[in-house]
């Protein structure tokens, strides 16, 4: 009888301390210093390109989102909740976003998304996410076939509709540009933006002399080039991503192409200036915003940033990425805290105060303010508020 008693109590001793060990074991899971526990966050993926040739964008929309995590948690969070932030590398590649898009929607907790920079990404990715009804804010795609037959596809930059007209009113209207020759990358971005920037400028009185293509990751646009000096055009317009743009310009110039020069907002980038050097001198642009953006809601954020980010100034990406992770923010502590409810808070976004000023989503595009800027020595200023004339 003892001996059955002792290994009784020998049984329920081992049983005890295998309780705390796993009741220890769960206690400290999720405990770390920064982390919280599951229920007691607000959840959102960032897909974006993290490495290859596209990782400095990717590592702006980071630097954009944590800016904005860090000011919601440090002011208490949302709903008694801290924001937490995943990170997915698409590596700027459709076939990969595809993948990465099924890993983030398998995760319940997500309750939007922040990304990508690519169209073709972004039309990778947004079926799966519509499928779950899990919102997408990309801070750069700017096709505005983006948003159709979809419900989650949510744009911060302006699309391309809107701003390659106002291209052709800065190229015409405010440069006095009456010959006009276009490069433009082709793929679907590119030959877009063409397109609403030739009807514009035609529209305006423009005489389009030349229209040439330039493929992504080409070196040698010579050969464009010298048809378009063969055409004598007083204004360049080129509309293409920064790292083709660069060596157009250097090229353009190399060939003896001096006219007026007239970019899109993807040349807003620290890596163009690398590259183009003096070369881009004067040239003018289309942006959300740039640091000498007299708007006090533009000098608020660059201040900010500036702080968190040692003396670095912000630009678009950064911005839209900020705009974007804090419109998903709002939808959610004002419209609830479902996958469901944070899209329908998007769809009726309204006056939210973004850095550029007021936002709207209208049929899940942006609608705000955009800015004419110019290269002067070296660093993209203010020129004017953009607008169609």
């Known amino acids: 009888m003892k001996k059955n008693m002792m290994k009784s109590s020998i049984c329920l001793a ?26 007691e966050t607000v959840k959102i993926a960032v897909m974006a390109p993290l490495t290859g040739n596209l990782a400095n964008i990717g590592e702006q929309f980071k630097q954009g989102v944590e800016l904005k995590a860090k000011q919601i948690n440090e002011a208490g969070g949302v709903n008694g909740k801290k924001v937490e932030i995943e990170y997915f590398d698409d590596k700027g590649d459709a076939k990969e976003a595809a993948n990465i898009a099924q890993l983030i929607v398998n995760d319940e907790d997500i309750v939007a998304v922040v990304g990508s ?3 073709s990404v972004c039309f990778a990715a947004t079926p799966i996410f519509d499928k779950v009804g899990l919102s997408m804010v990309t801070p750069s795609a700017s096709n505005p ?5 979809n419900k989650v596809m949510f744009m911060m930059w302006t699309g391309f509709n809107v701003y390659a007209p106002m291209i052709a009113d800065l190229a015409i209207t405010e440069l006095d540009g009456k010959d006009i020759a276009v490069i433009y990358a082709y793929n679907d971005w590119g030959i877009g933006v063409k397109d609403y920037f030739v009807e514009r400028a035609k529209q305006l009185g423009g005489n389009i002399v030349a229209e040439e293509m330039a493929y992504d990751g080409d070196k040698d646009f010579k050969t464009q080039l010298t048809n378009i000096k063969s055409k004598n055009p007083d204004t360049l317009v080129i509309l293409t991503y920064y790292a083709e743009g660069a060596i157009i310009v250097q090229q353009a110039k190399a060939l003896g192409i001096d006219v007026q020069y007239v970019a899109s907002g993807t040349f807003i980038e620290d890596q163009f200036l690398e590259m183009a050097g003096e070369y881009a001198e004067g040239m003018y642009a289309i942006n959300e915003f740039v640091a000498d953006d007299p708007r ?3 000098q608020e954020f660059v201040q900010a940033y500036k702080e968190e980010f040692n003396g670095e100034l912000p630009g678009n990406y950064q911005g839209n990425a900020y705009d974007a992770l804090g419109a998903i923010i709002h939808a959610y ?10 899209n329908e808070g998007l769809h009726n976004l309204q006056d939210y105060q973004g850095i550029s000023g ?12 955009q800015v004419f800027v110019q290269l ?3 660093v993209w200023s203010y020129y004017k508020e953009a607008s169609i004339q």
């Open 14 to 39: 081992l049983v005890l301390v295998l309780v705390m060990s796993l009741a220890g074991c769960s206690g400290n899971a999720g405990t770390e210093e920064g982390s919280e526990t599951a229920g």
């Open 145 to 149: 076939d983006l948003t159709k037959n």
């Open 296 to 298: 006090p809601s533009v």
């Open 117 to 119: 920079y690519t169209s």
């Open 333 to 342: 502590e004002n419209s609830g805290e479902t996958r469901e409810k944070v």
């Open 358 to 369: 007021p936002l709207t989503f209208k049929d899940q595009e942006i609608v705000k303010p």
């Open 376 to 378: 002067k020595d070296g």
